[in-house]
């Protein structure tokens, strides 16, 4: 994985030529008061962490060189401390089973039937 902007999260996803389904999410966020640190002069922490998980199914005309990088450049890791808070964000892409369809193929089906598929997965 790899550190990225934020602003480079949704840019980075649309690139993918597959199809990417979103499998799960996981959040936790803290705000509490403890012991004075170097980290916080008050002893007041906060901070969040949250991971979304997905999918990414390949078309079948997608060179596995291709799908390797997009996976690569998709799956991010944020680390909020650099923010001042405690916590990060996490993008974890993890291959799905190559979709029986070209590009071109998926691009003719009816957007009814897209969903369809898109349902199964």
Request: charged share 30%; hydrophobic share 25%; proline share 2%.
């Amino acid at each position: 994985m790899r550190i990225c902007p934020v602003s480079n999260l949704l840019s980075n996803r649309t690139r993918f030529t597959g199809v990417l389904i979103k499998k799960d999410e996981y959040s936790d966020s803290w705000d509490y008061h403890g012991e004075k640190s170097g980290s916080s002069i008050d002893g007041h922490y906060v901070g969040s962490q949250d991971i979304d998980y997905y999918t990414y199914f390949p078309f079948s005309d997608e060179s596995e060189d291709k799908i390797r990088e997009e996976i690569y450049k998709n799956s991010v890791v944020i680390d909020y401390t650099s923010l001042g808070m405690g916590g990060g964000y996490e993008c974890i892409v993890t291959r799905g089973k190559t979709l029986p369809y070209s590009s071109k193929e998926w691009a003719k089906l009816s957007d009814v039937d897209q969903e369809k598929i898109k349902s199964l997965l």
